[in-house]
C-alpha cells in the first residue's frame, strides 16, 4: 500500500459542510439528505413532491458552481474520468439501479443513516463500500472486471 | 416558498461541500477505494466530518414534535435488513467502483459538465428510471397477490 494525495483538512471541512446540509434539512424540511432518494423522486415521480427535490438538485450544481467562481480548491479543468464512455455508461447504470434497489447511496445510508443509527444503513454501507474496494481491486489489479 | 428555498440551501451546502472534499475528482474517489494500491485515506474523512456533525444534529433535531417548515418528520421506518438491501448495495459500489461516481458528486459535477460527465448522469438517470419502473410494478403484484391471499 502506498497512501497518496491526502488532504483530510479539506476533506473534513467539505464532510462537515455535507453534514450541516443533512441537518439543515432535516429540521426545516423533516427529509434524509439522501442524494439518489431525492433524485429518484424527479425521475419518476410520486404526486405532488417534486418541485423542492428540483431545488436541492439545482443546489447541487450552484454549489458546484461557486467553488469553482470562488477557487475553493483543485482546478475542475484537471479532473479525469477515470473509464472510457462505455464503462461509464455501465457505471452510471449500476449506480441508478443499485441505488434504487437498495433504497439509498453514500449520503442517505452513509451520513444519514449512520446518524440515525439505523441498522439496515450500516449494513448498506458496509456493503456498497465492499463491493466498490473488489472492483477497484479487480479493475486496477487483476486487469478487468 | 420558504421550504423551496431551505432545499435550495441545504442543496447549495452539499453540493459545495462536495467539491471542497473532492468527492467530484473520480480519481481521488477510487484512489480511496484502492486500499491494495495507491490509497488516498481523505474521503475517510469526508464521511467523518459528516457523520460528525449530523450525528450529534440529529438526536436534537427529532426531539421536536415537527420540523420548522413542514408537518411532520418523514425519515425511513423500516428496520430489519432484507435482501433487497444487499443486492442493491453490491451493484451500487460495483458501479461506484468502476466509475468513481456516487450520486451525489455526479450531479455537482454538472456545474462543468463535459461528455463524460453527461454520459454517467444519463445512464444513471436511464438505469433509477428503470430500476424504479420495475420496483413499482413489483410492488403491485406483491400488493395483489397478498389481496388474493386474504
Known sequence: MEIVNFTPVPAFIGGALIGLSAALLLLLKGRVAGISGIAGGIILPEKGDVPWRVLFVLGLILGGLIYQFFDLGPDVALIEAQTDKGMLIVAGLLVGIGTTVGTGCTSGHGICGLARRSPRSLVATLTFMASAMVTVFMVRHLGGA | ?150
Open chain 2, 1 to 150: 416558498m420558504m421550504p423551496l428555498i431551505a432545499a435550495l440551501v441545504a442543496g447549495t451546502l452539499f453540493g459545495l461541500g462536495l467539491a471542497v472534499a473532492g468527492m467530484i475528482d473520480p480519481a481521488k474517489v477510487v484512489n480511496f477505494l484502492d486500499i491494495f494500491g495507491t490509497w488516498d485515506p481523505s474521503l475517510a474523512f469526508v464521511m467523518g466530518g459528516g457523520l460528525l456533525v449530523n450525528a450529534i444534529a440529529t438526536p436534537f433535531i427529532m426531539r421536536r414534535k415537527t420540523p420548522i417548515l413542514a408537518e411532520f418528520f418523514r425519515t425511513p421506518t423500516k428496520h430489519q435488513v432484507d435482501k433487497r438491501l444487499i443486492i442493491g448495495g453490491v451493484l451500487f459500489g460495483a458501479g461506484w467502483g468502476i466509475g468513481g461516481y456516487c450520486p451525489g458528486p455526479m450531479l455537482t459535477s454538472l456545474s462543468f459538465a463535459n461528455s463524460d460527465i453527461i454520459v454517467v448522469v444519463g445512464a444513471y438517470v436511464v438505469g433509477t428510471f428503470l430500476a424504479r419502473t420495475m420496483l413499482r410494478a413489483w410492488e403491485r403484484d406483491q400488493l395483489t397477490q397478498a389481496q388474493k391471499d386474504q
